[in-house]
């Protein structure tokens, strides 16, 4: 509803995977909220930073990951709890695609942006 309200016609963001914690420790909740969304069952993940996003105006902390997975961590198509209303499409570029829409503004979460710097940074997509 915000992105609709500040002009995004279909009010739809391409996103990293994230979600609340519901009481979980962040690595718990990734590894859920990764095969809800994604369908990838991903075992091992690495906290790379922490941020608040508006500290000025907001207590939330973001825990961020990453997660190598390979095709045999398929476990559903994804997208999302039907009980919790999500509509979520799983998509997957190469790392230069995502790179030139975070350019040209087609990425405009800043959670997905920072995680796609920090990967950048790191060299980890080679």
């Known amino acids: 509803?915000?992105?609709y309200l500040n002009g995004n016609e279909?009010?739809?963001l391409i996103e990293a995977c994230a979600g609340l914690l519901?009481?979980?420790n962040p690595e718990d909740c990734i590894r859920r909220e990764a095969e809800e969304e994604t369908g990838y069952k991903v075992k091992t993940v690495q906290k790379v930073f922490e941020a608040y996003m508006s500290p000025g105006s907001v207590t939330?902390?973001?825990?961020f990951f990453i997660a190598e997975y390979t095709k045999d961590m398929k476990v559903s198509d994804g997208g999302g709890i039907a009980e919790e209303h999500e509509n979520i499409q799983v998509l997957e570029f190469s790392f230069a695609q995502v790179l030139e829409m975070m350019r040209t503004g087609e990425i405009k979460d800043a959670k997905t942006i920072?995680?796609?710097q920090y990967a950048?940074?790191?060299r980890l997509m080679v």
Do not use: A, S
């Open 1 to 3: 509803m915000p992105t």
């Open 10 to 12: 279909t009010g739809m």
């Open 22 to 24: 519901d009481k979980d």
């Open 60 to 63: 939330e902390i973001l825990y």
């Open 114 to 116: 920072m995680l796609l």
């Open 120 to 122: 950048q940074l790191n």
